[in-house]
Nanobody, 128 residues
Framework: QVHLEESGGGSVQAGGSLRLSCAAS????????MGWFRQTPGKEREGVAV???????SYADSVKGRFTISKDNAKNILYLQMNSLKPEDTAMYYC??????????????????????WGKGTLVTISS
């Protein structure tokens, strides 16, 4: 059974940094597309960053140059390093995985992009 568990959320001031982690289990980690998504109440879910099974990476325009996605295949952990945080980055952040045969890099441009598996989320709050 696939299981994704996020950690690392919290409250920081604008300009600060956080690193989110997602521990994955129950599947062949390296062959899946993995990504981070976020959502605030009343808004569509946004793909923040994804890393495809071939290593291709895509970021939402709103986080380019500030966020970095990476994964440790040996430990089955996905990371999201978030720097220069802004109040508008405040959201629930979700880790997700997809078995799809097609590239998932479109996830950062298509709202509410479907993935096969989701974590429960970790809350990030940025104060001004």
């Amino acid at each position: 059974q696939v299981h994704l568990e996020e950690s690392g959320g919290g409250s920081v001031q604008a300009g600060g940094s956080l690193r989110l982690s997602c521990a994955a289990s129950g599947y062949t980690y390296s062959s899946y597309c993995m990504g981070w998504f976020r959502q605030t109440p009343g808004k569509e879910r946004e793909g923040v960053a994804v890393i495809d099974s071939d290593g291709s990476i895509s970021y939402a325009d709103s986080v380019k140059g500030r966020f970095t996605i990476s994964k440790d295949n040996a430990k089955n952990i996905l990371y999201l390093q978030m720097n220069s945080l802004k109040p508008e980055d405040t959201a629930m952040y979700y880790c997700a995985a997809d078995r799809g045969l097609l590239s998932c890099t479109a996830a950062t441009t298509v709202p509410n992009y479907g993935m096969d598996y989701w974590g429960k989320g970790t809350l990030v709050t940025i104060s001004s």
